[in-house]
């Protein structure tokens, strides 16, 4: 076993091992210490991830898989354990594995205390597990396995706290929404399957496909059936309301879902099937629209909330629809360019995503677990470490010149223009959609400093809960301790950096993105032009991009700098709009919920009919037996009684007919 197999294989194993310890354990012995599996089982599994990343850097085939072993076989259906090691899944080893470390510790500082404190970090060792196991997958069998462990830790920690309705609630709708994805997905791999020449390991049907291209018809429904998984997971358009009601679980969850595992499996999976979706200009168009039409209804919707958490949320969802543009571009241009663009901005993304929701979770631990930005305000004396990093990762998501989100969003923006400019079929699609994501730049400016102004700005405001938590500690509200911001000071110096060092002067990301053998062989359709091989700064994007972001931080700063919301009588219908969320949820519950809900309940009151016919065609045979019955009493003379009577009845009978 070559050493790039044996290192895939123990990060892998090692979240599994803490779930498994931490849950046999769970009692006395790591009562009070269960965060320590976790936490040591990803540190060490993050420093074997920046060594695997070297290793496949040194590796001139760019691509390491796994000796297969067979699981089952049963007729043309043959299931093998195979994994793939190449650039795209070393990538997102290294950043899952790094950012579940730093959630890991502020976990520990976050969740001390609470009665489920093991089972917390054993399901989170398991979600470490299962997005590392999805991510080394190269069989859509095992893809399947660990995509549906994501899903069910998802579900397990979104309702932790199980005894609150609203987190039961919540827990249940990412879990039903999720499904109705999943469908889509399973029918698109059997489509596949069908059609790759009966293969399971991506690699080979992939090869398959390549050298055998099907109708484009069939490609395209494949396509579309693949990315109803994404669209699920990933939370897109129509599906992504569950995403935003998934707050209901403790904030590390929320952080590790939006940051490093869940939603960004759906991206993940565009990304390694990237040489299909190449083939398909049909399939490529409508992930774009997608992406588009999601970033910018989340983002509005994200205007005028007033739940932090929920405000992270909608960014989340908008974020990824950013990501899903660029992927729906790799037909238009180079696919090795598109999904460098999205697979950078999922990286950076990471960081700064998470750092926001972690200095959340820091707000709420000071605020006695408030989170709802009309009940507080000016906590940046207070919260001088939250603060700080807070606005770190606020102006990466804002896409501030220079920092991480500038230079990921720039590089979407990019692959979007060079696709408006090809000889796709789509291009004046690919222009509409660029106006688009710079339009939704300006609000994502917006919305997050909206948010950051109204918790960290203006005359200080504390909530009663906050004094109530404390419980009367000296000092009263006060920063969270150092096992909790020291987390919080290395995202952000990830946040700031990350995207300077990696991709604008070196392009070491893109570089080394690049070696990925199953995008440097995509053969797109001749209808379409692939530009875009080598990528160059594009200052016209970099300046007006800059515009819009610094054009919405601006105007954040002149309507909320006093940490007040006093809203222009022009802007009250537009914040009206996106405060109910464009009802789209309302909408949802009279299409969709309520008619499910009349149905539920026909089918309750014929199912209680055919019952009540069942119990009372039980009940004639009960009856009758019961009139019958006295006759069966054992007594010899009363059975000879009754013979003598039927004689006496028959004979009578007789008798009338004879005469």
């Not at 009588?569 to 009279?590: M, Q, W």
């Amino acid at each position: 076993m070559s050493e790039p197999i044996s290192l895939a294989l123990v990060i892998l194993v090692l979240p599994l091992a803490a779930a498994l310890l931490t849950a046999s354990w769970s009692g006395e012995i790591l009562k009070k210490a269960a965060h320590w599996p976790l936490i040591i089982s990803c540190a060490v599994s993050t420093v074997l991830a920046f060594l695997l990343v070297g290793q496949v850097t040194d590796f001139a085939t760019g691509r390491i898989i796994s000796s297969p072993v067979t699981w089952f076989a049963a007729g043309k259906l043959k299931v093998n354990f195979t994994i793939t090691i190449d650039a795209l899944s070393a990538t997102m080893l290294a950043m899952i594995t790094f950012v579940s470390t730093m959630i890991a510790v502020f976990s520990s500082g976050y969740m001390r205390g609470d009665k489920g404190y093991a089972r917390f970090f054993a399901v989170m060792s398991v979600f470490v597990f299962s997005m590392c196991g999805l991510v080394l997958a190269n069989n859509f069998i095992l893809l399947v396995a660990f995509w549906e462990g994501v899903g069910l830790c998802s579900y397990l920690l979104v309702g932790y706290y199980f005894e609150k309705p609203s987190a039961a609630a919540a827990a249940r709708k990412a879990f039903l929404v999720t499904r109705l994805g999943d469908t889509g997905f399973l029918l698109g791999i059997f489509l596949l399957w069908r059609m790759g020449g009966w293969h399971t390991d991506l690699t080979a049907l992939f090869d398959h496909i390549q050298k055998n291209p099907p109708d484009q018809g069939t490609l395209t429904t494949a396509c579309l059936l693949l990315f109803c998984g994404a669209v699920g997971k990933s939370a897109q358009f129509p599906l992504y309301v569950w995403l935003p009601d998934a707050m209901e679980g403790p904030t590390p969850v929320s952080a590790l879902i939006h940051a490093a595992t869940m939603v960004t499996a759906g991206v993940y999976l565009l990304a390694r099937c990237a040489p299909l979706f190449a083939l398909s200009p049909d399939a490529q168009i409508t992930v774009a629209w997608i992406g588009g039409l999601t970033a910018l209804l989340a983002a509005f919707i994200a205007l005028a909330q007033t739940d932090l958490k929920r405000i992270l949320a909608y960014s989340t969802v908008s974020q990824l629809g950013y990501m899903f543009l660029a992927l729906g571009t790799c037909g238009a241009i180079s696919p090795t360019f598109a999904v460098t663009a999205a697979m950078f901005h999922l990286f950076t993304h990471a960081f700064f995503k998470a750092l926001l929701f972690l200095s959340a979770g820091s707000v709420m631990h000071a605020m006695g677990g408030v989170i709802d930005v009309r009940y507080f305000r000016g906590l940046r004396k207070r919260l001088p470490v939250t603060h700080i990093t807070f606005l770190c990762g606020a102006a990466a998501l804002a896409g501030v010149p220079l920092l991480s989100g500038f230079w990921s969003k720039d590089l979407i923006l990019e692959s979007l223009t060079e696709a408006s400019e090809s000889n796709s079929p789509y291009t004046a699609g690919y222009f509409t959609l660029l106006l688009l994501a710079f339009f939704t730049a300006f609000l994502t400016a917006f919305y997050t400093f909206r948010a950051y102004f109204l918790t960290f700005w203006g005359e200080e405001k504390i909530p009663e809960e906050a004094g109530h938590h404390l419980n009367g500690a000296k000092g009263g509200v006060h920063e969270s301790p150092s096992v909790m911001t020291l987390p919080l000071i290395v995202l952000a110096a990830g946040a700031l950096l990350v995207g300077i060092v990696l991709e604008p002067f070196t392009h070491w990301f893109s570089d080394f993105l690049g070696t990925t053998p199953s995008l440097g062989q995509v053969r797109t359709p001749s209808a379409v032009s692939v530009k875009g091989e080598e990528h160059h700064f594009n200052w016209t994007i970099a300046i007006i991009s800059s515009v819009f972001a610094l054009g919405g931080i601006g105007l954040a700063a002149v309507m909320y700098r006093k940490g007040e919301e006093k809203l222009p009588a022009g802007l009250e219908p537009v914040f009206t709009l996106s405060r109910n969320k464009l009802y789209v949820d309302d909408i949802y519950y009279a299409v969709l919920v309520k008619p499910a809900e009349v149905l539920a309940f026909l089918a309750r009151v014929f199912d209680g009919f055919l019952d009540a016919l069942s119990r009372l065609v039980a009940a004639i045979p009960r009856f009758i037996g019961q009139w019958i019955r006295p006759i069966q009493n054992g007594l010899v003379q009363f059975y000879a009684l009754w013979m003598a009577m039927g004689l006496a009845v028959f004979l009578s009978f007789v008798f009338r007919i004879t005469r």
